[in-house]
């Protein structure tokens, strides 16, 4: 062999030579899958899901949004698989170096970052696969227990772009630091910024922090999936953030020089610059996030068709003669629902503006993680009792609170709310006038006075302590509690028709807020 | 060619004097630790002592009640479990459990050194501010990690053991959450509850016991 021989000009590839490199790309690929090291902790990332993920949510109503709020919404799973992942990466991607075999695997055949990619490649596939059945397997589940609508898939798409994202992170770890370290290093710092994107998460209701995928605040309450769609907006944004995070991470890994040719490197920097592009293209699309009615909207990505309600024929029932209607979803709470509500529709029936008909409505959606203070309505001819069913405390099991939520505390915010909406106080907690007609009705409908403090103060609309600044015109806050409740004893100590005789009359003046406390019987 | 006579002196050769054993055994302990990468973990756990004192000294917390405001040092004990647990993986295999007669008080040596490192270093992080429960409550938890990563070395591997520790991290995180009390969540108990310091303890000397007589599992992958 001469040395004219090896700078002879190159042939062209064979077309089998072409075809051969597909075939040794998926045999190299196939090569790292069989001796990954992912698929050795999947066992304890299984456990740890159905103990951190699963067993929780059990608590919750079967409501996809409600059920799946801790694990989905608030990214639980991302946290249960993503820091393990990281780690796993990291030591796969410091193999090379930890044996001291980098320089070897420099000058084999293939460039280094194609060998590279190859063993990322088969830790994400492991990973991202198991995520994806791990879930699948939780949500069958959850589908054979009978949950009702369409379950949160773009939070699912978001979860499986975060492992890929955490996989990509831990393999740079990894491979710019070989050592035993780096995983757990990797691993611990996966938790930290995990936890860091929860407490910001938390705090911030609003701009770039909406795109940090724990944070569940605006977007994932209540009427998501039930009243209207799940909005794709946020989850767009976060996956171009995660998809962004991946490509930097995996295009890192090619800009050493001895990572593969000029061209090559060349190729790694634009993936580099791109990922980071895509990252912060996702950040600057969150910026310009809104609360829409069904969630957080974001302009540039949002799809008017999803604006619109999801229809559903409601399921009925009857109570105290009139029709109660829920959304098919709510079918398991019909019978809850009537029976909280037929003491109050009696007491009202028969009265100016009394419902005629009882409908579930879709909850508001709110800047924070949802809250338990929307208001009924009553609106419409024949009056229509709105009843935004998704923001009260459930009857049974939840995880918002210690012990289960008895039915006598759920009938007593259905019962509480009615009245409020009837006597037209709105949204705070009235006027006294208000106030007192108030407790008397729901003293007449069994709600004794001495509980109604508590299950005002549930659902949002009990008044101001003695002493608070005033909560604005037309609320004579401050002056509460004892007058209010004389008042309302006096009403309540009425023969039934001289009390029904007087709302009659009293009724408009009442709702307008001209009615004073002094001006009832 | 035989080998008769190689452990004879060179003639005129000045004599080579004996070891003194302790000295030999220092030095068969140093070769040891530096095996073991422990030197390098030493380094890890001030820089974890460092993160912790800066935790404490800026206030970086969670919000939420007791449980998520102990996320950070808790996060913080694990990673130092986890590399006390890391530290076992041993990279010559079945030759040195061949020929290692020393090896079982080796390994019980660089599991008590590291975890008093760690116990040091996070301890002097912990003067950067108030650390919920004290350093009673720190010995304990990271003993009881540290036990959980020699338990996990031992069972997965060396490589594997960080595993341990942070997976006691996530289930304590949602235990103290949901109110649990067992003893067996040890951080979510006071510093001076007997239960957990005993299940600490158990866990700690379990580990210990199982990576001084089997050493860690040689790595699967």
Not at chain 1, 238 to 254: H, Q
Not at chain 2, 88 to 102: I, L, N, Q
Request: proline share 9%.
């Amino acid at each position: 062999m001469t040395a004219a021989a090896t700078t002879a000009p190159a042939q062209p590839r064979t077309p089998r030579a072409a075809s051969a490199v597909p075939v040794t790309a998926a045999r190299l690929l196939w090569v790292e899958l069989r001796h990954n090291a992912v698929p050795f902790i999947l066992p304890l990332i299984a456990a740890l899901l159905w103990f951190d993920s699963y067993r929780p949510s059990m608590t919750q109503p079967p409501v996809w949004a409600l059920r799946t709020f801790w694990n989905m919404g608030q990214g639980h799973t991302i946290i249960d698989f993503g820091p393990f992942v990281a780690g796993v990466a990291a030591w796969m991607g410091s193999r090379e170096g930890r044996r001291g075999i980098t320089d070897l695997i420099t000058a084999a055949a293939r460039p280094r970052w194609i060998t590279q990619l190859a063993t990322w490649a088969a830790t994400a596939i492991w990973a991202v696969g198991a995520y994806l059945v791990f879930v699948g397997v939780m949500f069958g589940a959850y589908i054979a227990q009978g949950m009702l609508g369409p379950a949160p898939w773009w939070w699912v798409a978001v979860g499986a772009v975060a492992v890929a994202a955490f996989s990509a992170a831990g393999f740079a770890v990894g491979a710019l630091y070989p050592s035993r370290f780096a995983a757990p290093l990797a691993a611990i710092g996966s938790v930290l910024v995990l936890m860091m994107s929860s407490q910001t998460g938390f705090r911030d209701t609003s701009g770039w922090a909406l795109i940090l995928p724990t944070n569940s605040n605006g977007n994932y309450q209540a009427p998501s999936g039930i009243f209207y769609p799940y909005l794709p907006d946020l989850p767009i944004a976060r996956m171009m953030l995660l998809a962004g995070i991946t490509l930097a991470a995996v295009g890192l890994l090619g800009l050493p020089s001895r990572a593969g040719s000029r061209g090559l490197r060349r190729t790694a920097a634009v993936v580099t610059l791109a990922g980071v592009a895509m990252a912060g293209t996702a950040i600057g699309l969150t910026t310009t996030a809104r609360l829409g009615p069904g969630g957080i909207v974001i302009p540039a990505l949002h799809d008017a068709a999803n604006d619109h309600q999801i229809p559903a024929t409601p399921v009925c029932g009857h109570t105290a003669g009139i029709p109660v209607c829920l959304n098919p979803v709510y079918r398991p709470y019909l019978a809850e629902v009537s029976a909280a509500l037929h003491p109050v529709l009696a007491e009202l029936a028969g009265l100016p503006g009394a419902p005629a008909r009882v409908v579930q409505v879709a909850g508001p959606y709110n800047s924070t993680e949802g809250a338990f203070d929307a208001p009924m309505a009553i609106s419409g001819h024949p009056p229509v009792l709105r009843v935004p069913l998704d923001t009260v405390l459930l009857p049974g099991t939840s995880g918002f609170t210690s012990a289960p939520v008895p039915f006598a505390d759920f009938a007593g915010q259905l019962q509480a709310l009615a009245v409020h909406a009837f006597v037209g106080a709105g949204a705070g907690p009235g006027t006294l006038a208000q106030q007192a007609v108030q407790a008397a009705l729901l003293q007449g409908a069994g709600l004794p006075f001495a509980a109604q403090p508590k299950v005002l103060s549930i659902i949002g609309v009990a008044p101001p302590p003695p002493g608070a600044p005033a909560a604005g015109a037309g609320h004579e806050a401050g002056k509460v509690s004892k007058p209010v409740y004389a008042a309302a004893q006096r009403l309540a100590a009425r023969p039934a028709a001289a009390r029904r005789a007087w709302l009659t009359a009293h009724l408009a003046a009442l709702r307008s807020g001209q009615l004073t406390l002094a001006q009832l019987p | 060619m035989t080998a008769a006579g190689v452990d004879q002196a060179r003639p005129g050769a000045a004599p080579v004097p004996p070891a003194r054993p302790g000295a030999a055994g220092l030095r068969l302990l140093g070769l040891f630790l530096v095996s073991r990468r422990v030197p390098t973990a030493l380094g890890v756990l001030v820089g974890l002592g460092a993160l912790l004192w800066a935790e404490l000294h800026w206030h970086w917390n969670v919000a939420g009640g007791p449980a998520a405001q102990r996320v950070i040092p808790l996060v913080i004990e694990a990673g130092a479990a986890a590399v006390i647990a890391v530290a076992s993986y041993g990279p010559f295999g079945e030759p040195e459990r061949a020929t290692g007669r020393w090896l079982p008080w080796l390994r019980l040596a660089s599991a008590l050194i590291l975890t008093g490192a760690a116990v040091g270093a996070l301890a002097a992080g912990a003067t950067g501010g108030y650390l919920p429960g004290g350093t009673l409550a720190l010995v304990r938890d990271v003993a009881g990690m540290a036990g959980l990563g020699l338990l996990c070395a031992v069972a997965l591997g060396g490589a594997f053991g960080w595993t341990g520790p942070l997976a006691y991290w996530l289930i304590t995180e949602s235990a103290l959450a949901a109110g649990w009390t067992t003893p067996w969540i040890w951080p979510g108990r006071p510093p001076r509850d007997t239960g957990a310091a005993i299940c600490a303890g158990l866990v700690f000397a379990a580990g210990l016991a199982a990576f001084t007589l089997r050493g860690a599992r040689a790595s699967v992958r």
